[in-house]
């Protein structure tokens, strides 16, 4: 099937960005939750539970299961950022969707340390029952997920410019693709919490509103770029209809099933 025409130079395709970005949204929520929390107590101490958009519940429950999505956001953000280096000459939309994974997993993961050391909810509320708040350990969170926080900015902003070849100029170039990738995250995980079957206040009190805040910081991705010129050859995000279309069918299987939940027997 051929491809429509390109954008106009200079412009990228919002709608395939918007669907490579929710591909990777998708992947990386699947990821923390599924593997980083399901799995993982389902292979220890869970004979069961229910597995929804916005985390794993169980009766079960254990201080490794509970850092587990952390553990498993950061391992991948790792593989898809090394990912980029195998995949150095494929497309600009596969480029784009390993940055955009590698994005979406190291914000959150790194953006609810910073939240788990200052409030009280979350998965790791087990992990830091009795501890209050201003503790060393509480502290040290804190400190931890903003230092790695902003480094994991610098880090997605690099991956563009080395995967897209865009540089420090380019900031409305980032706000486009950022922006996109960020709405897209909001939506598809705001429409799958709405049928959450365990309530709105168990949502609330879960990592997905952690995980949305921290994926704010996709807006701000063009104030930590320091490439003056790029060692990649600029290339537009132009249409596919294959990534739409998977995009459309997946987002709507995730709302629809990991949405109303999914309940799992070891």
């Given at each position: ?28 929520d ?7 929390h ?18 794993w ?13 952390v ?33 979406f ?45 902003l ?30 990738a ?20 168990y ?56 949405g ?7």
């Amino acid at each position: 099937m051929a491809e429509p025409a390109s954008p106009p130079e200079g412009k990228e395709d919002p709608l395939t960005i918007s669907a490579i970005a929710t591909l990777a949204f998708l992947l990386a929520d699947v990821l923390q939750m599924g593997l980083g929390h399901a799995a993982l107590a389902l292979l220890t101490i869970a004979p069961n539970g229910i597995l929804t958009s916005a985390g794993w519940s169980s009766a079960y429950d254990n201080p490794l299961i509970d850092s587990g999505g952390v553990i498993v956001g950061l391992a991948a953000a790792a593989l898809f950022g090394l990912s980029l280096r195998v995949f150095a000459t494929a497309s600009a939309r596969v480029r784009l969707f390993l940055v955009l994974a590698c994005a979406f997993n190291l914000l959150a993961s790194t953006g609810t340390l910073f939240f788990y050391g200052l409030t009280d909810i979350g998965d790791w509320y087990t992990v830091l029952q009795g501890a209050a708040r201003w503790t060393p350990l509480r502290t040290g969170l804190i400190v931890t997920g903003i230092v790695t926080y902003l480094g994991a900015l610098f880090l997605v902003a690099w991956a563009l410019a080395h995967s897209l070849g865009l540089t420090r100029g380019d900031r409305a170039r980032y706000a486009r693709i950022t922006r996109s990738a960020w709405l897209s995250a909001m939506v598809v995980s705001c429409l799958a919490a709405v049928p959450n079957p365990l309530g709105v206040k168990y949502v609330l009190l879960s990592d997905l509103p952690m995980a949305l805040a921290s994926d704010t910081g996709l807006l701000f991705v063009r104030y930590f770029a320091m490439t003056r010129s790029s060692p990649a050859a600029a290339e537009r995000v132009t249409r596919s209809r294959l990534w739409i279309a998977a995009a459309a069918i997946l987002a709507l299987s995730f709302i629809l099933l990991l949405g109303r939940g999914i309940t799992l027997n070891r």
